[in-house]
């Protein structure tokens, strides 16, 4: 299950939500009591194991080009 968050127009809270993908959105702050939206932003992405670097796909032998 993803956190979600949320910014709450009254009382410029914002916090983190752990909910499932298929629940209804927040619609009120837990603090105010007021209208909240959902802020999106940008996924963190890790990129694990061999072949994501310049030097991991490299030949030792024989390569002459520049990058």
């Known amino acids: 299950?993803?956190?979600?968050?949320y910014h709450c127009e009254n009382c410029d809270k914002e916090f983190e939500v752990f909910q499932n993908m298929d629940d209804e959105p927040m619609s009120t702050c837990p603090d105010c009591g007021s209208v909240v939206r959902r802020v999106f932003g940008a996924s963190g992405i890790i990129f694990k194991g061999s072949g994501f670097?310049?030097?991991?796909?490299?030949?030792?032998?024989?390569?002459?080009?520049?990058?």
């Open 1 to 5: 299950m993803p956190y979600y968050d």
């Open 53 to 67: 670097y310049k030097t991991d796909t490299r030949s030792t032998s024989g390569s002459s080009s520049t990058d």
